[in-house]
């Protein structure tokens, strides 16, 4: 089965309102084994709306239509969608005392506007909305086919998805899935990553490949399409399984894996305790670090030593090492994990020193240039790279590249399960 999804808001196209609610659906709709074919963002228009739902029945046969659904007066989808149908609007009351009942609940009355919420196209199912005012609408004849409509309000649409609309389609599903699993890779360029790879994507066909590179990393989605699904999963693994030896350690995780939760796990294994030593991230690794609940069981805390004093004073880091190399240098993020280790305690360390700019690169240190130091038992290991982007990227890569330098000293420690 395909689907169109059409989007409506104008604040979306504004860009003041990041569309959520597509990806939520199509996520949904995929693991039904229902292919979304195009999804359309539109203005709050009656010939937007007509022309968009119009176009997608006529390609599918089935559209799936969010917002435009409350009380205000660009709230017209029914209206539009009903007159697509050629079918009246009928008052239910029925719904009407429903409203003013939860109204009621929470010490409100509703005003004139909400009683366009119990207007309803003759002729549709009521999807009740537990969740908030406006219920979803199920129309649908043989010609021109299915429209659902949806509230844009992201936690409305979801219940909603989940509890009514879905079980109505899974019942038409044929059982095959659209399955997708991701890779997360860490340290490693998105060219440089495809090279690995190799002629990946015939080696995995029939599954497709994309490549998704952002500031955390390069993901690899890998996707089964309309598979039965013990195949789509045993396809998955098996590609998963070649991406993983091909891309040389730089494989993290799958799907949601978050690479500070994974340190703090592997520490746990190791049975190690971790600092930070940050001067250019301005301690944006110790917040990825305390975001995972439990975190305070391993990581003891860090140092935000941003200026050449706060390195001295605080870390020990001699100053004529820093006269002599600069702030931003292999050998003060040594000194500076080294010293975060002496410090706090601790077995493990990582220090960041950088230029995030968007000032202060010169010829030799360009605005990007970034020195991180690990030690791990009296080891201290540096490196050096150099980041693109904005200096928000810059601090958020850098952040990033610091938990996948702690993982890699606790897998490479040879006591960590991966």
């Known amino acids: 089965m395909n689907i169109e999804l059409v989007i409506i808001g104008t604040e979306l196209l504004l860009g003041f309102t990041v569309d959520t609610n597509g990806g939520e659906i199509g996520r949904a709709l995929a693991e039904a ?223 949601d894996a978050d690479l500070a939760d994974l340190v703090l796990a592997a520490a746990r294994q190791h049975q190690v305790r971790i600092a930070v030593a940050e001067s250019c991230t301005g301690g944006l690794v110790g917040a990825r670090l305390t975001e995972v609940p439990g975190s305070s069981d391993v990581f003891d805390g860090g140092v935000i030593a941003y200026a050449d004093e706060a390195k001295a004073g605080m870390l020990g880091v001699d100053a004529a090492l820093i006269g002599r190399h600069g702030a931003v240098s292999e050998e003060v993020a040594a000194a500076m994990a080294a010293g975060a280790c002496a410090r706090m305690g601790t077995g493990l360390s990582v220090a960041v020193t950088g230029i995030a700019g968007p000032a202060g690169g010169t010829p030799d240190k360009p605005v990007g240039t970034v020195c991180f130091g690990t030690a791990m038992s009296g080891d201290v290991r540096t490196m050096q790279t150099i980041f693109f982007g904005t200096r928000s990227e810059v601090r958020a890569r850098a952040a990033q590249w610091a938990l996948w330098l702690l993982y890699r000293r606790l897998r490479e420690s040879g006591r960590v399960r991966t």
């Open 33 to 255: 084994g229902i292919r979304v074919v195009r999804r359309t963002v539109i203005a709050d228009h009656a010939f937007d709306i007509r022309n968009a739902v119009s176009e997608g029945l006529a390609r599918t046969g089935a559209v799936i239509v969010t917002g435009g659904l409350g009380p205000t007066r660009d709230d017209i989808t029914k209206k539009t969608v009903a007159a697509i149908y050629d079918t009246p609007i009928d008052f239910d009351e029925g719904l009407w005392q429903a409203l003013v009942a939860r109204y009621r609940r929470v010490g409100r009355e509703p005003v004139a506007g909400n009683r366009s919420q119990a207007e309803i196209p003759r002729g549709a199912t009521v999807l009740p909305n537990r969740w908030g005012s406006a219920p979803g609408l199920w129309l649908e004849r043989p010609n021109p086919g299915l429209v659902i409509m949806l509230p844009g309000v992201p936690l409305e649409l979801r219940m909603l998805l989940q509890h009514e609309v879905m079980p109505r389609l899974a019942a038409r599903a044929t059982g095959r899935v659209i399955r997708s699993c991701t890779l997360r890779t860490c340290g490693i360029a998105e060219s440089v990553l495809a090279e690995r790879l190799g002629e990946i994507e015939r080696d995995v066909a029939p599954l497709t490949l994309a490549y998704l590179p952002h500031v955390a990393g390069v993901d690899v989605r890998l996707t089964a399409w309309e598979a039965d699904a013990a195949e789509a999963d045993r396809l998955l693994r098996q590609a998963a399984g070649t991406i993983r030896h091909r891309a040389d350690g730089h494989v993290y995780g799958e799907d």
